[in-house]
T-cell receptor, first 117, second 113 residues
Framework: AQSVTQLGSHVSVSEGALVLLRCNYSSSVPPYLFWYVQYPNQGLQLLLKYTSAATLVKGINGFEAEFKKSETSFHLTKPSAHMSDAAEYFCAVSDPYSGGGADGLTFGKGTHLIIQP | KAGVTQTPRYLIKTRGQQVTLSCSPISGHRSVSWYQQTPGQGLQFLFEYFSETQRNKGNFPGRFSGRQFSNSRSEMNVSTLELGDSALYLC????????????FGQGTRLTVV
């Protein structure tokens, strides 16, 4: 069974400051990992994904995440926050042997990112 | 290209009724998955369809069902609605499901009163 834990249901940062959203996973097999963003009344948009290639993954909108197997973590970062980054962020894991796409993603509870002017 | 289209966007139903939600995937995508999103439980996987066959299923009661048509469009049905079924239902499409990127629709907001 897989699970995802996102530390902090709400994270507040100042505009221009570093964004760090934490994600830890549990998986019995080497996982595929994803970060999605959701704006109000919208669906989910894929920010980036780790699929066992490079451990540092670059995504859209200046976000990146690093896969650390020893820490079972996949934290999301952005060097400088913009007001437009305010949204809900979800970390997700899947078993590449049975899925990896849309079938059977396990999501974390989400982190609401607040940007202070 | 057009994205994933879910209809209707908003729906209000009464307890005990049934409801059908529709999802049109991106052209060429053959896999469609459904998720339920609630404040308490977060995002939970309902089921996935590929080439008109249910290939994967989450842990939901039998009141939740779905199907996929030959053009890959999918519907999900919830019978005997309960208050707890109030949620945002999201549909995601991908080329084949396995190891291919998922694109989500805007969702259908279902309110059960």
């Amino acid at each position: 069974a897989q699970s995802v834990t996102q530390l902090g249901s709400h994270v507040s940062v100042s505009e221009g400051a570093l964004v760090l959203l934490r994600c830890n996973y549990s998986s019995s097999v080497p996982p595929y990992l994803f970060w999605y963003v959701q704006y109000p009344n919208q669906g989910l948009q894929l920010l980036l994904k780790y699929t066992s290639a490079a451990t540092l993954v670059k995504g859209i909108n200046g976000f990146e995440a690093e896969f650390k197997k020893s820490e079972t973590s996949f934290h999301l970062t952005k060097p400088s926050a913009h007001m437009s980054d305010a949204a809900e962020y979800f970390c997700a894991v899947s078993d590449p042997y049975s899925g990896g796409g849309a079938d059977g993603l396990t999501f974390g509870k989400g982190t609401h990112l607040i940007i202070q002017p | 290209k057009a994205g994933v289209t879910q209809t209707p966007r908003y729906l209000i139903k009464t307890r005990g009724q049934q409801v059908t939600l529709s999802c049109s995937p991106i052209s060429g995508h053959r896999s469609v998955s459904w998720y339920q999103q609630t404040p308490g439980q977060g995002l939970q996987f309902l089921f996935e369809y590929f080439s008109e066959t249910q290939r994967n299923k989450g842990n939901f009661p039998g009141r939740f069902s779905g199907r996929q048509f030959s053009n890959s469009r999918s519907e999900m049905n919830v019978s005997t609605l309960e208050l707890g079924d109030s949620a945002l239902y999201l549909c995601a499409s991908s080329l084949t499901g396995k190891n291919t990127e998922a694109f989500f629709g805007q969702g259908t907001r279902l309110t059960v009163v």
